[in-house]
């Protein structure tokens, strides 16, 4: 009996990367670390992967008396992310898939211990070394330019929900319908992330409701039905007249079921901060805005509080056991929204203030000049 027949296709590296791969099909990260891989082994000269795994065990073997050939492979990883990032002018998210890339093959081949360091600055050089953040006042300039309903619903979403950009988009009608249709000024939303598969208890506050309900009014308005099935974030605009191949119903029909895709929204979202001259911060910016600012102010958020929100993994043994009652999370989250509000209450308190304090001396100036033909409310009411 050839015992060897049960291994051989479970011990190629080809199997078990394409395993992997299988195994997390329809997430962004597997296409990612695959692009980076291929270009590793394209600049190399490496024609299969049984060829470079065959480099790493002969770096292996040789280590033991020469400890430079140990590292043969790290320094091969920062040959190709140098040359990606100072003859290509590519941003350093390419030298982080490249590195992912490599050290997840041989992580799958067997080698868990496997590691790569690049030197500290190398991701960052031509990059945006991640996207700056903006506050909610600045928000407001953005806002105050952008021209489509579903622009402004999808950033006040991003921001007040704290999810990554993906998360977002996978968002149905059905998702958030009873917060949308009802006159509720924080919804609580479960999710599991596209990411990472954690589980997100995030709420959406009123901005993000009220926008979300003007770009459903809007749908509605123009004939489209609207089901728990319908993409809450759709592709493209509905064309009709002279122009139109197909009538407005087909043509309708067509285009709210093609979701909008995460890099329509990312140019959307990037070319409208743009525009507003925050050339720096990207959707990304939004989910750093909201862990940011709940993060501060007298009825701050805790940080855990703010994980399950953004369904972000602490790195705490714990972290399984941190999961909120859906109605203390969300009066946590409305006590400190004011910190993520663009009109937030607390500034226009303090403008009603301000407005009745001029008022009140205004009165007291009225009454001090024309004392002797009344006072302030006769003058304003002659025939009480």
Known sequence: MDVNRFFETSTTPLSKWDSWKEQNQGKSTPKLYQSGLDYFMAFHGIESYDELLEIHMEATRRGVTD??????????VRKAVNHRIYNEGKSGQHAKSIKSAVTKFFQLCGFEDFVIKLPRGTNKQNGNGGSDIITPKELETVIGIARELMHKALILLLKDSGLRLGDVLSIDFGDVMTGVDSKMDFFFLKRFTKKTGDRAQTVIGVEALNALRDWIRYRRDRGETITPDTPLFIKARVRDGVKSKQSY??????????????????NIVSRLFSKAGYNDVTAHGLRKLHSTYLGVGVDRLSEPMIARLQGKVIGDSREAYKVFAPSDLTAAYANNYHQIQMNSREEERKKISKLENELSMLKGLVEKVIGRKGTWDQIRNPTA
């Open 67 to 76: 400890p430079l050939s140990k590292y043969i492979v790290a320094e091969m």
């Open 249 to 266: 119903q087909e043509n309708l029909e067509r285009k709210t079921n093609m979701r909008l895709t995460r890099n329509s929204a990312s």
